[in-house]
């Protein structure tokens, strides 16, 4: 598909040139092949997160290295971020360590688990890592409501800072749905909202500072977690606010801060000068949301990031050095 509206191949080489070569595409998703009865349930599943169709055609290595190759982007880090059972997570997160044998030079593995069962979830740390040498991680804001400073995810947690993992962090639809989309699909109003609950859920619960070595890449800079972050040290640490742990105002910068950031449909400044205001540019990746952003979409966000002033030539090139050191197995395959 060419974007008539833009000069795909000018933009890619004017991004290439001024981040010193191909990009490290942190946000991408894939999806294993589906039975009939999978596919119905997914299409379903469209239908009641009120799109009007699927957003995005099925997913093949072939169409993936296609884009891949045509916009300027050397790897993928693949993900699949759903509420999985332990079976699904299992199946999908071989289906994708697969891809990656296949095409070590080319993808990444992000697996997935399935915090919906914490035991089993902690399971397929070790078995993601050791079995099937994934290079990081995946989570959903919230499992059935749940957000990421529930302590029922204490353990799994404690098994990613052991394991000094890399966690991608993707948007669902939030329990109660329907009374708050206003009939518009999860991406369009409530996917950055609830970027925003998790995150602040996980703050005031000290999740980022009692696992330090847990690396969080969130997606869509952040939803809107930035233009909220003022708001959450201040009005957030008034007596009258629930706040169990104690966190203080300062520690509430220290967490956003130290979080980690892709650019994937939020390149435009209302999106990149917030979160430049709560979190440096060595702590920003490239991301494209390849396939359900939308081609076109994609190559809007990929010339304004081209053209940014926001970001310098070098703030530009540290998306990748930022990306490899997100995710050593890459970097270690990269020179194999």
């Known amino acids: 598909m060419v974007n008539p509206e833009i000069d795909v191949a000018s933009a890619v080489a004017r991004l290439r040139q001024r981040s010193g070569g191909d990009l490290i595409d942190v946000h991408a998703h894939y999806t ?67 891809v990656v044998r296949e095409h070590p030079d080319r993808f990444g593995l992000l697996a997935n688990l399935p915090l919906i069962d914490p035991v089993k979830a902690v399971s397929e740390v070790d078995r993601a890592i050791e079995d099937l040498g994934a290079d990081g991680f995946v989570l959903i804001t919230n499992y059935e409501g749940a957000y990421l400073g529930d302590p029922r995810f204490t353990d799994v947690f404690a098994a990613l800072d052991e394991k000094r993992a890399t966690v991608f962090l993707h948007p669902v639809i939030p329990a109660g749905f329907p009374g708050l989309a206003c009939g518009r699909p999860g991406p369009v109003i409530e996917f950055p909202m609830d970027t925003a609950r ?11 500072l009692d696992f330090p070595n847990i690396n969080f890449v969130i997606s869509h800079a952040g939803g809107v977690l930035p ?37 994937a449909l939020a390149t435009s400044p209302n999106a990149l000068l917030p ?13 494209s949301d390849y396939p359900p952003g939308d081609v076109e979409l994609i190559e809007a966000h990929m010339e304004v990031l081209s053209r940014t002033a926001l970001l310098s030539d070098h703030q530009l090139a540290q998306f990748s050095t930022t990306a490899t050191t997100l995710f050593p197995r890459l970097a270690a395959r990269s020179d194999a």
Do not use: C
């Open 227 to 263: 233009v909220l972050a003022e708001r959450i040290g201040s009005t957030g640490m008034l007596p009258w606010v629930s706040n169990s742990r104690g966190v203080t105002k300062d520690e509430v910068r220290q967490q956003i801060a130290g979080l980690f950031y892709d650019t």
């Open 198 to 208: 998790t995150i602040v859920d996980a703050v005031y619960a000290r999740v980022f």
């Open 275 to 287: 979160l430049l205001e709560v979190t440096s540019p060595d702590h920003i990746v490239f991301g």
């Open 32 to 98: 294993p092949p589906l039975t009939e009865a999978e596919l119905a349930r997914l299409l379903a599943s469209f239908r009641a997160g009120h799109f009007t169709a699927p957003p995005a055609g099925p997913w093949s290595v072939e169409s993936a290295l296609e884009f891949m190759d045509g916009h300027g982007i050397s790897v993928q880090m693949l993900s699949n971020p759903n509420r999985l059972t332990p079976d699904e997570a299992k199946s999908y997160n071989d289906f994708g360590a697969k």
